[in-house]
């Protein structure tokens, strides 16, 4: 399984970016060390997300921790995602010890455990803000879509990013003006918030689509009551992640409708018009 994994590990070019600037500078320790970190957290992610039975397409590095790539077809209890997503800072929990035990070899002195000491560290905490694509963002995500309907949660997950990178950016560059791999990383994570923005409409037909086609019953109901001029792009906004939707219009003798069987006749093409009053 660990070499099945291994196996899917690509690194993004922005880590081939600072790997290049730190052995160019010769901080050489700085570079391995990152990468050994951000591999372990890394594996942390795809062995839980591997446990719960979960297709890992690709494992990609990054400075600051990297992403799993999964099969987006599938749509996973919020539970399982959270822990999937905990999985990776829980490596830089216990990863010290990996330092200390180092400590007992020639190759490692008191300089490259101070180093594993501070990035870990500092990776762990970057890693934890509430910005997106980090893992902490991701967990916001999850928070946020067991609270709002899909669409709005992606929104608002994405918008508040924004606004806790643009205050992150403000402290952090005020102190270190000149970190390169301080801008680099900001620009990247800028660049990944206004990419997922755009792809916002194909994830939100996806997550339609999944739920038109699954047989999965979800726990979680959810009771919407719509008037009966609102029209499907309407009812399909407000559609939660992980449930069931019992549809009731209002101001209309016509009984109630189940959202999974309204989206399967919407995609098989089965709905008259584009308003709710059309269907049935
Ligand atoms: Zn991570």
């Known amino acids: 399984m660990t070499r099945l994994l291994l196996s899917k590990i690509r690194i993004h070019p922005i880590f081939w ?3 290049a600037a730190g052995t160019l500078t010769g901080h050489l320790w700085e570079t391995v060390i990152a990468f050994v970190i951000v591999l372990i957290h890394e594996l942390g992610h795809a062995f839980t997300a591997h446990w719960f039975g979960w297709e890992v397409t690709e494992i990609e590095l990054l400075p600051f921790g990297g992403v799993a790539k999964l099969d987006e077809h599938e749509e996973h209890p919020f539970h399982e995602e959270c822990l999937v997503l905990i999985a990776g800072p829980l490596q830089n929990i216990w990863l010290p010890l990996l330092s200390y035990g180092f400590l007992a070899f020639p190759f490692w002195g008191a300089a490259q455990h101070q180093i ?6 500092a990776l762990l905490l970057f890693n934890l803000l509430p910005i997106w694509p980090l893992d902490g963002g991701r ?13 709005q949660a992606y929104k608002r997950a994405l918008y508040f990013s ?4 643009l205050a992150f950016s403000t402290l952090a560059l005020w102190h270190y003006p000149f970190s390169a791999n301080l801008w680099i990383i900001i620009s990247f994570i800028l660049f990944a918030i206004y990419k997922e923005r755009r792809l916002l409409p194909l994830r939100f037909l996806r997550f339609l689509l999944t739920l038109s086609s699954t047989k999965k019953r979800y726990a979680r109901l959810k009771n919407l009551s719509v008037p009966k001029e609102a029209s499907l792009t309407d009812v399909f906004s407000m559609f939660y992640k992980n449930a069931e939707h019992h549809i009731h219009i209002r101001g209309a003798k016509k009984p109630d409708i189940d959202g999974k069987s309204l989206a399967d006749a919407y995609f098989k093409g089965q709905c008259k018009g584009n308003n709710i009053s059309d269907y049935q």
């Open 139 to 151: 967990l916001m995500h999850v928070f946020l879509e067991v609270v709002y309907p899909f669409k």
């Open 17 to 19: 970016l600072v790997i």
């Open 162 to 165: 924004i606004a806790a990178l």
């Open 116 to 121: 594993f000491l501070s990035q870990n560290s």
